[in-house]
């Protein structure tokens, strides 16, 4: 793999990881204010079931959110790992160059597609 390509997607990989990490802090802040205003509502005994609903949809949509951003992370390391080793672009099931296009289009792929 060309040297200026692969600094490029790093550099690439590098900002997405750090996009990913704002994202996981920022559901962080947001599911410590979740979680103190359910306290709330569960302390109400006028609660709508609405809102209990609405709170909890919101807080199954932050996890979710997270989850990936943690996922994303990890791939990202792990493509950065094989960076330092010398061993990104080579497809982890077949050992081949995997095509640059695909890597432009998608630097955590581990895999080849061939058609």
């Known amino acids: 793999m060309d040297e200026k390509l692969q600094q490029q997607l790093k550099e690439q990989l590098l900002e ?13 802040n947001k599911s410590s204010f979740l979680e103190g205003s359910i306290g709330e509502l569960n302390s109400e005994d006028q ?5 209990t609903g609405t709170e909890m949809y919101e807080r199954e949509k932050d996890l979710t959110f997270h989850r ?8 990202i390391d792990h493509a950065l790992e094989k960076m330092e080793k010398g061993t990104f672009g080579i497809c982890e099931k077949t ?4 095509p640059d296009e695909r890597l432009k289009a998608m630097p955590t ?5 061939d058609a």
């Open 95 to 98: 050992g081949k160059p995997i």
């Open 68 to 75: 990936r951003a943690e996922e994303q992370i990890s791939e």
């Open 109 to 113: 792929a581990r895999y080849r597609i």
């Open 16 to 28: 997405e990881r750090n996009r990913a990490q704002e994202q996981i802090e920022s559901f962080d």
């Open 47 to 51: 609660q709508h079931p609405g809102d």
